[in-house]
């Protein structure tokens, strides 16, 4: 049986030009070509479908359902190959490689920023740096895809197409506002959280299991769930509440009118840098690497750095919680 055709890389452009543009016109513009041509690019694009990507109201179009669910994958592909074009010129003019980097936001905004100093301070200058702020789990599925050279993000990090170069671990904190009466305490016990308006994060699978277990027999008064510890660390700095997170954003970003403090108990938050596993590195991956490393040391309460041959019987702990939640 003959496989599916390869897909035109000038079909796709134009029709994610157009998905981005909102209009043939907009896209001819992009893309340096006509508007005939555009219009003639998506239309074999989607004659070679069998569906329509865009739904024409005279001289307006808008994308289909189909055509919005597809525009996902083509992001993906287009990326790709932006990036296979990327490393071919690397090696045409023998220039350090190009390097793209998946973090979460959390450690995008602070672990990151440090390593690529330092990184240009050892004198590494790739062309280009691509950094992408990802959840977790999308940093693990970008790496073991390919699509990213080196990431970083919260354990787990369980995929069979990773190598865990490196994991380390610290105790969450507790972050108040600087006129909050416990900000005085160098230490906060939990007890002294109960009917306080709590301020920390979704993902059950991850953090949050960890501080609902924690924090099982505190009545705390109201709780104010989000994805992002930056969010987090806003809603205290203007006075809403008290919160618990991991140790990264308070420690490594400075949010006006907060104060960090340890916990009287060490609630661990485990983090790690991955890479794809079985290919042949660029000469910037390992620099790249240790240069996350040493970032990483922020001064954290409880910060240390575990083997990563221990990464399965750290992430069986990891569950090891109470299924009650806040």
Not at 67 to 80: I, K, N, P
Not at 148 to 164: C, Q
Not at 165 to 180: G, N
Not at 308 to 319: A, G, L, V, W, Y
Request: aromatic share 4%.
């Amino acid at each position: 049986m003959a496989g599916a055709p390869l897909f035109d890389l000038r079909q796709l452009e134009a029709y994610a030009a157009v998905i981005s543009t909102g209009s043939v016109t907009g896209a001819a513009r992009v893309i340096g070509k006509s508007q005939p041509v555009v219009t003639r690019l998506v239309q074999d694009l989607e004659a070679e479908l069998g569906f329509a990507l865009f739904a024409r109201h005279g001289r307006r179009i808008t994308p289909t359902q189909n055509g919005s669910l597809f525009y996902r994958e083509v992001e993906r592909l287009l990326a790709d190959a932006s990036r296979t074009r990327q490393r071919a010129a690397d090696l045409a003019h023998r220039q350090i490689a190009s390097i793209e980097l998946a973090a979460t936001a959390t450690m995008a905004a602070s672990i990151v920023p440090h390593a690529l100093k330092t990184l240009r301070a050892q004198g590494y200058s790739p062309k280009e740096i691509i950094l992408r702020n990802q959840t977790s789990e999308e940093v693990i599925q970008s790496v073991a895809a390919r699509q990213a050279d080196v990431g970083i993000a919260s354990l787990p990090l369980d995929h069979p197409g990773l190598e865990v170069q490196w994991i380390a671990e610290a105790s969450c904190v507790c972050v108040l506002h600087e006129d909050d009466p416990l900000a005085a305490q160098s230490v906060i016990d939990l007890a002294a959280l109960a009917g306080r308006q709590l301020i920390t994060l979704l993902n059950p699978y991850r953090i949050l299991g960890r501080i609902s277990a924690a924090l099982a027999d505190i009545d705390v008064d109201a709780v104010i769930r989000t994805n992002s510890s930056t969010t987090a660390l806003n809603m205290v700095s203007a006075g809403l509440g008290v919160a618990i997170l991991e140790p990264v954003s308070p420690v490594g970003q400075h949010f006006a009118h907060t104060v960090v403090r340890p916990l009287s108990v060490s609630i661990p938050y485990y983090w790690g840098i991955i890479t794809p596993i079985g290919l042949p590195e660029s000469p910037i991956v390992q620099p790249l690497v240790e240069a996350l490393i040493a970032a990483s040391d922020m001064g954290m309460p409880g910060f240390r750095v575990r083997d990563p041959r221990d990464t399965e019987s750290i992430q069986k702990n990891i569950f090891n919680f109470s299924e009650d939640t806040l």
